[in-house]
């Protein structure tokens, strides 16, 4: 392998977003993952290094949110963020007590209250821009 | 503690100067406000600066140019609502005893970046997810819409009257009145927001220079509430507005008024939909009720309590460094009884600033003034 190459490879092709934030389980689920606080309770998410409600550094551990979250309230973007094409659909999704905001995969039949899921998906794609991480989906689709 | 007045009060006409600099916009808001204050160079004890995207120091760079080197400067970054927060470190130590007498200047340029929405901090992850302000306030529109029963209509009102204010400031950016017509067949922006619901991206700059004393004027304007405060982060009630609540109800009992007092509101009309949420948050009005309080005409120029009469951000634009500060030269205009702006001269102003979208948040900051005419 010559230099360029050992370069070349050293680069990912793509960003995860919030790694250790979410792990693929199978292509068509994503378990997102949060911090439950053994001394308070308190569910935070993405994991973190100490609770955010008493500071508890120690007794945490990982724990998946529930699934599927419910859409709080949705907009289809068409002036978009620089580097996505529009339109694409934002979310506000509750899982149980934690307030996601994040990408619909479609818009198309969803309605507020509705229970989504979230999937494995590119948020961006593009030459050194690709970033994956998840999609919110319909349960049930 | 001290007392705090606003004795001099400066901007300049908002938008689009690519060719300028932060430092060169600053200056003639700056010189406006300490000419009206009466102030000379050796007066001036700290220097507070409100900037998002000027880069380092921009608090020293127009201190350099106005000779007010060699004392406290201040850089104060909180998005939409900087400079509002450097006023309020500002009064904060003027209460305090500190200082006596304090320059405070908001400035932006924003033109540098083209147009579009603003460019957020890339490493937030709703934004690397494609999340931007217009579609944040779209979904508080989706959500109170649905709450309320309100309807479009009742956002695209809120664009044409403080368009129509626009028109009738000459330092407004955006000097062209629009219909309900035409507000809702501009194009969408983010769902439900069409662009003419939206703040344009401009430049400008604001000052007001801050004293414990009234200053020379024959209506000293007393700053009577100067309250701040970061949002929180969890689930909130999109189709209200906590934080501004929160912040309000402080700042009353600080002034010692409440909103039926008010006679002149600036609040943050980043979007159409924040104007209704605010008026609520604010209690101008009950929940549910703001559609109908501007349909009954109380918040416009001629009007019972006129809100955003210079335009608003949708109209003066939205700098976002300059507007906190921009907004109290406004209240300060409307108290002193600036000619052919309101109809009625009032004895106490609101000024109100949020900002930020980031996530988790509700907002990330929230700053509230009361002003009021001394007697």
């Known amino acids: ?141 | 503690m001290n007392d705090a007045y606003v004795t001099g009060a400066g901007m300049i006409g908002f938008g689009r100067f690519p060719d300028a600099t932060i430092e060169r916009l600053a200056l003639p808001a700056c010189l406006d406000a300490l000419t009206d204050a009466g102030a000379g160079p050796a007066d001036v004890d700290a220097v507070y600066c409100g900037n998002v995207y000027g880069g380092m120091l921009p608090a020293q760079r127009i201190a350099a140019q106005l000779g007010l080197t060699g004392r406290p400067a201040c850089n104060v970054e909180a998005a939409c609502s900087s400079s509002a927060l450097a006023l309020h470190l500002a009064v904060q130590a003027i209460r305090a005893g500190q200082l006596a007498t304090a320059l405070v200047v908001g400035v932006e340029q924003l033109s540098v970046f083209g147009g579009g929405t603003l460019p957020l901090n890339a490493a937030d992850p709703d934004v690397a997810q494609g999340v931007t302000m217009p579609a944040v306030y779209a979904m508080r529109a989706q959500a109170y819409l649905a709450a309320t029963g309100a309807c479009a209509g009742d956002l695209a009102a809120v664009a044409v009257k403080n368009r129509g204010n626009g028109a009738l400031n000459p330092r407004a950016q955006f000097r062209k009145p629009a219909t309900v017509d035409e507000v809702l067949a501009s194009r969408l922006i983010a769902d439900p927001l069409t662009l003419l619901e939206c703040c344009g991206s401009g430049d400008g700059a604001a000052a007001v220079v801050v004293s414990r004393w009234p200053g020379p004027g024959p209506r000293p304007v007393r700053v009577t509430a100067s309250v701040a405060s970061s949002g929180t982060v969890g689930r909130h009630d999109l189709s209200r507005e906590p934080l501004t609540e929160r912040v309000a109800a402080v700042a009353y009992r600080e002034a010692g008024i409440g909103p039926a007092d008010l006679g002149a509101v600036e609040l943050h009309d980043a979007f159409a939909i924040a104007e209704l949420l605010y008026y609520e948050a604010l209690g101008l009005c009950g929940y549910g009720e703001a559609p109908a309080l501007l349909r009954s005409g109380a918040t416009s120029r001629d009007g019972r309590c006129p809100v955003n009469a210079g335009g608003g951000l949708l109209a003066r634009g939205h700098p976002l460094g300059a507007t906190g500060v921009a907004q109290v030269v406004e209240a300060v205009e409307h108290l002193r009884g600036a000619p052919g702006v309101l109809a009625r001269r009032p004895d106490h102003a609101l000024t109100h600033c949020t900002g930020g979208g980031i996530t988790g948040y509700d907002h990330a900051a929230c700053s509230i003034h009361i002003l009021s005419a001394a007697a």
């Open chain 1, 1 to 141: 392998m010559n230099q360029a190459d050992r370069a070349a490879a050293a680069v990912p092709p793509y960003t995860v977003l919030l790694p250790g934030a979410w792990r693929q389980d199978g292509s068509q689920h994503a378990v997102l993952l949060a911090t439950r606080c053994g001394r308070c309770g308190a569910l935070t998410f993405p994991p973190a290094a100490a609770c955010p409600a008493c500071w508890e550094r120690r007794d945490l551990r990982e724990e998946p949110l529930p699934q599927p979250g419910v859409v709080a309230a949705f907009s289809v973007v068409h002036v978009p963020a620089p580097g996505i094409p529009a339109p694409y659909a934002v979310a506000y999704v509750d899982f149980g007590g934690v307030r996601l905001c994040g990408r619909l995969e479609s818009w198309h039949g969803i309605a507020v209250g509705d229970p989504v899921t979230a999937v494995p998906g590119t948020l961006r794609t593009g030459p050194g821009a690709e970033l994956r991480g998840w999609l919110f989906r319909k349960a049930g689709l």
